[in-house]
């Protein structure tokens, strides 16, 4: 039986994923409530600290104080969000930081990168379907952008931590990829996310013009350690 400290940690790693998963996605107007009441830092700051996160010193130091926003607050710091947002993940003809770990490992290889056929993509699109995942219904995006790797990252620690039950038809949880829903996840940590993930921390922390987006990759870095 798992110790309740280890079952603790997959459960702070569940939530740690789904908040970066959330704070990686196109902006929507639940992010920017968040960041204009200061409850995305608050959010931050708490998981780095039951993580024994260091952030750096200036973690946050522009954000809003910690108060009810009003639906003006909001409506004023989405559009800059997604402005950003478009520079840097989606931008024409090139994304200053590239959202996708496809094309970052093609470049690791010395080759231009297509998005879905290339073999990096490809390998993380049969991960995701070893364990009984798939593209949601009427979306075609690419299944290595880093808010979808840490959507799976947050469902096999919730499937290990038992916060997240295994929907209806999935596979058996020793069919996952290594034997478990953890052994998945550390897999898939070092075999994807962690071969380009820092990386991507550190191109966004540089590029960025938004506090927010520096304080996304402080945290993102600080997770990957």
């Known amino acids: 039986m798992e110790s309740n400290s280890s079952t603790q940690t997959w459960q702070l790693r569940t939530a740690a994923c789904e908040f970066l998963a959330f704070s990686l996605r196109y902006p929507d107007t639940t992010l920017a409530q968040a960041v204009a009441s200061g409850e995305w830092h608050d959010a931050a700051k708490e998981i780095a600290a039951s ?6 010193d200036d973690f946050g130091a522009e954000a809003p104080a910690g108060t009810a926003p009003t639906a003006q607050d909001a409506d004023a710091v989405l559009p800059s969000l997604r402005a950003e947002a478009t520079r840097l993940f989606i931008g024409a003809p090139d994304a200053v930081c590239n959202p996708y770990e496809g094309v970052w490992r093609a470049a690791d ?117």
């Open 51 to 56: 993580l024994d996160i260091r952030l750096p």
């Open 109 to 225: 290889d010395g080759v231009q990168a297509l998005l879905f056929v290339n073999p990096h993509t490809m390998a993380v699109e049969r991960f995701c379907k070893e364990c009984g995942l798939g593209q949601p219904e009427g979306t075609n995006e690419p299944l290595d952008h880093i808010a979808t790797e840490f959507e799976l990252l947050e469902y096999l620690a919730g499937l290990h931590s038992g916060i997240i039950t295994a929907p209806e038809g999935a596979p058996e949880l020793d069919a996952f990829p290594g034997g478990s829903p953890a052994a998945a996840y550390d897999g898939f940590m070092q075999d994807h996310t962690l071969l380009w993930a820092p990386r991507f921390a550190e191109k966004l922390a540089t590029e960025t013009r938004l506090p927010f987006y520096r304080d996304v990759a402080a945290l993102l870095k600080g997770f990957l350690g």
